[in-house]
């Protein structure tokens, strides 16, 4: 009787095992493939000379259980040529049942590798990119699974602003002195706004200065320019008698200005060094 109790009992337990088996198997073998997309892209690092492309990666599972990610890769291509790529073999990330996960993958791209690839960047203050790569996931029974990824956006080429010394005009000689009009133009080449938070400036002739000072808030919105017209009294002593005799004797005489600019771009990952800017002007009495 016991031997036969015992071995209803091992066969019930056999058929408990096979039955919880059948079940895993089964959660196994129906396998849902996961999904993958690049959830944005952001500027981690902005100069004159690169870009850097802070990529956010999500991985969807839609399973009862978690995957890993075995790895990561992914291309960076402009006009058809690839520029730059990351790669991330061993790359571990889970990705809970039924969640999200997400990485950051960052890929830099330098501007000059742009120019030569689509013919240089002159009258261009953006350029049309594309994404495309794989996460690499381990899925049971599948293996080692391909999840392709692709986007494409635009990437601002940052450029100083121009200043040119564009006029200057001269009223009322006397043997007190003159009054000057120097009027210079800025342009905005970017593809974003940007504030000059100041500008000084120097004017001379004949090596002598004729007067200096700054303009403050210079606001320029994306492709805009702006004529910036800066009024001068120059005393007889400034101008010296040489100068004033050239003036009033109706002489050309080569006026320079030079200055530099504090820059602050609404790009706040792009902090420039104030530029300088020199130019040279015939001032016609």
Same mark, same amino acid.
Not at 27 to 39: E, L
Not at 168 to 179: F, P, R, T
Not at 221 to 240: H, K, R, W, Y
């Given at each position: ?107 830099? +791209?330098?501007? %000059? ?5 689509? /013919? #240089?960047?002159?009258? &261009?203050?953006?350029? @049309?990119?594309?994404? =495309? ?105 400034? +101008?010296?008698? %040489? ?5 009033? /004797? #109706?002489?050309?005489? &080569?006026?320079?200005? @030079?200055?530099?600019? =504090? ?23």
């Amino acid at each position: 009787m016991r031997t036969a109790h015992t071995l209803r009992l091992l066969i019930s337990l056999v058929m408990i095992s096979f039955l919880a088996s059948c079940a895993t198997l089964q959660g196994i073998v129906d396998v849902q493939k996961p999904t993958a997309r690049v959830a944005g892209v952001s500027l981690g690092d902005l100069n004159l000379e690169q870009a850097t492309l802070l990529v956010d990666v999500a991985v969807a599972n839609p399973n009862g259980f978690a995957l890993d990610a075995a790895g990561f890769d992914l291309d960076l291509t402009v006009a058809g040529q690839q520029l730059a790529s990351v790669a991330q073999p061993d790359s571990a990330v889970s990705v809970p049942a039924q969640g999200e996960e997400s990485v950051q993958l960052p890929v830099t +791209l330098k501007f %000059s590798e742009i120019a030569a690839a689509i /013919g #240089g960047l002159s009258g &261009k203050n953006a350029i @049309d990119y594309a994404l =495309d790569g794989n996460v690499i996931m381990n899925i049971p029974v599948m293996g080692d699974v391909k999840l392709p990824l692709s986007f494409a956006d635009v990437l601002p080429v940052p450029k100083l602003p121009d200043i040119k010394f564009s006029n200057v005009s001269l009223s009322d000689v006397s043997w007190s002195g003159a009054k000057m009009l120097v009027s210079l133009d800025v342009t905005n080449p970017n593809a974003f706004g940007i504030d000059l938070n100041s500008l000084a400036y120097n004017l001379q002739a004949e090596g002598k200065s004729l007067g200096s000072g700054a303009i403050e808030n210079i606001k320029l919105e994306q492709g805009q320019a702006q004529t910036v017209d800066i009024p001068f009294e120059v005393s007889l002593t400034n +101008l010296g008698i %040489s100068l004033f005799r050239m003036l009033s /004797g #109706g002489d050309a005489v &080569k006026v320079g200005l @030079d200055g530099s600019a =504090d820059i602050a771009p609404d790009i706040g990952i792009w902090k420039p060094e104030p530029m300088s800017f020199n130019a040279e002007r015939t001032l016609n009495p």
